[in-house]
């Protein structure tokens, strides 16, 4: 199975701040890597697919970047309702697996 | 508008067995692959069963094959999770996700369904 890290477990910021989450692959997964946000008591919703593009309807503050093993998720200008849970997922091979989840607070 | 609903979590002892529904509207079922994803309480995300439009390709994690059964009935816009011996470790919110061939994400999920699993 293709363990997905994410580093940080979690992390403290602003409103207004510019934040970065990072996903690593344990082996090569291309661009099939895909970013989820979940609120409290909440499903996921779809962020990025594809390491880099954005979802329809998700704010444009929100990016991906990546490939191969080494993918980061970037919010520009943090708002109020930013403040979640953010997954990242690779469909590369099964079984689909997730990230272990980073929490934004 | 894209909706999804499950149903039929609840509380179960071990050994025992659920059927989880999930329902489609809003769009065109028989195109969408289905896939169950869970979150035991306080933790992350765990992809555990996958059924293609067609129905033809299933899969499962390891943690569940053998025990859970996946089947999609297109006319009622619907796919099912047969659970059978049932564990504590299965207690979590059970979502169904969609993703519509030839693209791998999960565009829409369902609201959830909570399945507990105790004596």
């Known amino acids: 199975d293709i363990l997905m890290t994410q580093s940080p477990s979690s992390l403290s910021a602003s409103v207004g701040d510019r934040v970065t989450i990072t996903c690593r692959a344990s082996?090569?997964?291309?661009?099939?890597l895909n970013w989820y946000q979940q609120k409290m008591g909440k499903a996921p919703k779809l962020l990025i697919y594809?390491?880099?593009n954005l979802q329809s309807g998700v704010p444009s503050r929100f990016s991906g970047s990546g490939s191969g093993t080494d993918f980061t998720l970037s919010i520009s200008s943090l708002q109020p309702e930013d403040f979640a849970t953010y997954y990242c997922q690779q469909t590369y091979s099964r079984p689909i697996t997730f990230g272990q989840g980073t929490r934004l607070e | 508008e894209v909706q999804l609903l499950e149903s039929g979590g609840g509380l179960e002892q071990p050994g025992g067995s659920l059927r989880l529904s999930c329902a489609g509207s809003g769009f065109n079922f028989s195109n969408y692959n289905i896939n169950w994803v869970r979150q035991a309480p306080g933790k992350g995300l765990e992809w555990i069963s996958y059924?293609?439009?067609?129905?033809?390709?299933?899969y499962y994690a390891d943690s569940v094959k053998g025990r859970f059964t996946i089947s999609r009935d297109s006319a009622k816009k619907s796919v099912s999770l047969h659970m059978n011996g049932l564990r504590d470790e299965d207690t979590a919110v059970y979502y169904c996700?969609?993703?519509?061939?030839?693209?791998?994400?999960?565009?829409?999920w369902g609201q959830g369904t909570l399945v507990t699993v105790s004596s």
């Open positions: 082996q090569y997964i291309s661009t099939y």
């Open positions: 996700a969609i993703s519509q061939p030839p693209k791998h994400w999960f565009d829409s």
């Open positions: 059924i293609s439009n067609s129905g033809m390709t299933i």
């Open positions: 594809a390491a880099s």
